[in-house]
């Protein structure tokens, strides 16, 4: 059985993914994830502020996109601090084991 991402098109063939060895273009580093996921929260605060300023100034459409700009940034704010703590966590755990 082999599991495609949704966007890859089913053809014919299959590949055996124990025998498929990752490509360059498709194994990602930590690094690379970790900076990616970086620029995409830097770009919710950005976001976030470019629609309070609008909302302020008086220049917003409506209020929604303030409050949906501010409950993305919140969300992923969350979503940051629970997998800091879960790394945190997995970490103590490494360290409590025996030699």
Sequence with gaps: MEIRPISTPVTGATRSAA??????????????????????????????????????????RDMHTAVLSAEKASLVMDLVISVRNKAIEAYQEIMRMPL
């Design 19 to 60: 025998n498929e060895k990752p490509s360059s273009a498709r194994s990602t580093s930590f690094n690379n994830m970790f900076q990616q996921v970086y620029s995409a929260i830097g770009d919710l605060d950005r976001e976030l502020l470019a629609s309070q300023i609008d909302l302020v100034t008086g220049n917003a």
